[in-house]
C-alpha cells in the first residue's frame, strides 16, 4: 500500500504516515485529498473529491461508501455544478455502503451505520444512522 500513498503524493495528496488506501479505492483528483495519520479508506470506496475531502487521523472510511463533493443546481437551466468540501472528524468510522453528501462535517469519534445517507453535519461523539442519518445515541468508549 505504501506505492498507492507514493503516487498519490505525487499528484498532490497529503497523505499522513501510515493511512490505508486500498487498491479498489477511486480517488477523483487525488490533490483534493487530505488523510490523517494511520487513516483508512477502505476496499471499493469512491472519493469524487472535486473539493477537498478531508479525513482525520484514525478515521476509517468502510467499503462501498460513496464520498461525494459535488452535485448540480437543479434551478439552473444548465444544471451548474455546486461544490462543497466533506471532513471525517479524527476517530470517526463511516460504515459500509454509506453516501455521504457535498458540504458534510462527521464530528470527531462519530460512527455512520451501514448504508446511511448522510445530508447533514453530524455531531463528535454520536452513533448515527438512517435515511436521512440522524445521530441516535451517544458513543461511549470504555476509559473515555
Not at 493511512?19 to 477511486?26: D, E, G, L, N, R
Not at 472528524?89 to 453528501?101: L, N, R, S, T
Amino acid at each position: 500500500m505504501g506505492w498507492r500513498r507514493m503516487i498519490l503524493r505525487a499528484f498532490g495528496a497529503r497523505i499522513g504516515r501510515g493511512a490505508k488506501i486500498m487498491p479498489s479505492t477511486k480517488i477523483w483528483a487525488p490533490w483534493n485529498l487530505e488523510m490523517g495519520e494511520e487513516a483508512c479508506l477502505s476496499h471499493n470506496v469512491d472519493c469524487y473529491c472535486v473539493a477537498p475531502i478531508t479525513i482525520g487521523a484514525h478515521a476509517t472510511v468502510s467499503q462501498y461508501t460513496y464520498l461525494c463533493t459535488a452535485t448540480h443546481d437543479v434551478e439552473d437551466p444548465h444544471m451548474r455544478l455546486v461544490t462543497a468540501p466533506i471532513v471525517i472528524g479524527d476517530g470517526a468510522w463511516i460504515a459500509a455502503d454509506v453516501y455521504v453528501a457535498p458540504g458534510v462535517t462527521i464530528g470527531e469519534g462519530a460512527v455512520v451505520g451501514v448504508r446511511s445517507s448522510v445530508f447533514h453535519d453530524m455531531p463528535p461523539w454520536k452513533i448515527c444512522t438512517g435515511h436521512p442519518c440522524k445521530p441516535i445515541r451517544e458513543r461511549r468508549l470504555v476509559g473515555r
